[in-house]
C-alpha cells in the first residue's frame, strides 16, 4: 500500500472512531442518516448528500464559521442553535439535523468536522443508489472511471489543475460520464474532482470502500493478464471470503505488467500468485 493510500485509510479510521464516539454503531451522525430512511416523510434520501456536501461547501468557504461550530468554549445548544439558524429552510430536515448532531460533537479543528460531514454526504449518496438497487452498478462505474482517468494523463492533469475552475472541471466530468452511468456515479466522480488532499483516484478510492461497506464487504482489487470469466471471478470471491469472513466485492483491473497468474490487492495485503510475482521471490531467494 502506498503511503497515500495509507494515509487515506489511516483517515477513515480517524472518522470512524469520532462518529463511534457517543453511540454504540458508527456514531451519532452515521446513526442519524441511516435513521433517516425509516424517518416519516423523510424517506427520500436522493437529495441528501447533495444538501451535506452543500453544507461541507459552506463550511469550507468560511473559517469563521468552521471555528464557530467547532469552538470548545461554546456550549453544544448554542452550536446546533447556530446551525439550525443557518441551514433551516436551506436545505432538507434531515440533513441539518445530521450537522447539528455533529456540531455537538468535539473535533479536532473545523476541517475535520467538514471532511467528516463529507464522508457522511458519500454515505448518503450511496444509500440513495442502494435504494435504487444501483449500488453495485455505482461502485463499479465509479471505479473504472477513476482507473480510465489515472490511465489517461492528460485527462488526470486537467481533472487536478487547480488553474482551471473547480466548476469547468466538475463540467468535464459530468460530459464524459452523461448517458452513460447513474446520476449518483455522475454526482460523487463531480464531487471527486475536489478531493481533499488526494488525487481524484484515490479520492474515489474511497468512495469504491464507503460502498463495498455499505453492504458489509471489503474490496478486492484484482490485477489479471486478461479478464476472469464468472467461474474464475466466483471461485476467486469464495476463497478471500473464507479467509476473511465477510463477503468480497472484486474489482478488476487488466494489467499489462501480470505476464500470468493474480495480484489481489485486499486492504493493505497483497496476494502475489503472478509469474512475475514467483519470478522476482526466486530472485530474491537466490541473491
Not at 439550525?84 to 475535520?112: C, N, Q, Y
Not at 495485503?269 to 514467483?278: D, H, K, M, Q, S
Request: charge should be negative.
Amino acid at each position: 500500500m502506498s503511503n497515500s493510500d495509507t494515509r487515506l485509510s489511516a483517515l477513515d479510521g480517524v472518522l470512524d472512531e469520532i462518529l463511534s464516539r457517543t453511540t454504540t454503531d458508527r456514531g451519532a451522525v452515521g446513526k442519524t442518516v441511516g435513521a433517516v430512511q425509516g424517518a416519516p416523510g423523510e424517506s427520500d434520501v436522493s437529495r441528501l448528500g447533495a444538501d451535506l456536501f452543500a453544507i461541507v461547501d459552506a463550511l469550507d468557504s468560511s473559517p469563521t464559521l468552521r471555528r464557530a461550530l467547532t469552538d470548545p468554549g461554546t456550549a453544544e445548544q448554542n452550536r446546533q442553535r447556530l446551525v439550525h439558524g443557518l441551514f433551516d429552510g436551506r436545505v432538507s430536515k434531515p440533513a441539518v439535523d445530521i450537522v447539528a448532531e455533529a456540531a455537538a460533537m468535539r473535533w479536532a479543528g473545523g476541517r475535520t468536522l467538514s471532511a467528516a460531514l463529507e464522508r457522511q454526504g458519500v454515505r448518503a449518496s450511496l444509500m440513495a443508489a442502494e435504494n435504487s438497487n444501483q449500488l453495485e452498478e455505482t461502485e463499479d462505474e465509479l471505479f473504472r472511471f477513476a482507473r480510465l482517468v489515472e490511465a489517461n494523463p492528460g485527462l488526470r492533469n486537467a481533472l487536478a489543475d487547480r488553474t482551471v475552475s473547480l466548476e469547468h472541471r466538475q463540467e468535464l466530468v459530468g460530459s464524459l460520464l452523461a448517458g452513460k452511468t447513474s446520476d449518483v456515479t455522475i454526482a460523487l466522480a463531480k464531487r471527486a474532482v475536489a478531493g481533499r488532499e488526494r488525487t481524484f483516484g484515490q479520492t474515489i478510492e474511497g468512495y469504491v470502500t464507503v460502498a463495498a461497506a455499505q453492504k458489509n464487504r471489503v474490496v478486492a482489487t484484482v490485477h489479471v493478464a486478461k479478464p476472469l470469466t464468472d467461474e474464475q471471478r466466483e471461485r476467486l470471491r469464495s476463497s478471500l471470503r473464507s479467509q476473511v469472513g465477510r463477503d468480497v466485492a472484486i474489482q478488476e483491473v487488466i494489467d499489462e505488467h501480470v505476464l500470468g497468474g493474480i495480484r489481489v490487492e485486499l486492504g493493505d495485503e497483497v496476494i502475489e500468485g503472478t509469474v512475475a510475482g514467483r519470478l522476482h521471490e526466486a530472485w530474491r531467494l537466490f541473491s
